[in-house]
């Protein structure tokens, strides 16, 4: 869902070179995800749709008493930690 929200909200010209979707999936010593892109800045009202799916994520994990949810802007980089959410020891798909 959250890369799919990535492509969905992100400033899509179509056919453009220049400034194409980057974004990356990799998993970090099996206890977390990360999904990082390239920032595409949008009008106000798409950005704050954006946030707002993100704050709602993070509000989840909170709920579920589960670690902190990182979120990450660097150099036009933004990277998302989700830790995997774990029950008795398994992980939960």
Do not use: W
């Not at 949008?42 to 994520?57: H, P, R, S």
């Amino acid at each position: 869902c959250l890369a799919l929200n990535v492509i969905r909200n992100a400033k899509m010209i179509p056919f453009a070179r220049e400034s194409p979707l980057v974004f990356r999936i990799s998993s970090g010593e099996g206890d977390h995800l990360s999904i990082s892109n390239n920032v595409q800045r949008k009008t106000l009202t798409e950005a704050l749709e954006y946030e707002a799916g993100l704050d709602n994520l993070v509000k989840k994990y909170q709920l579920m008493n589960q670690p902190a949810v990182d979120i990450i802007e660097l150099d036009g980089e933004r990277c998302i930690i989700l830790p995997l959410i774990t029950k008795a020891g398994e992980v939960v798909v």
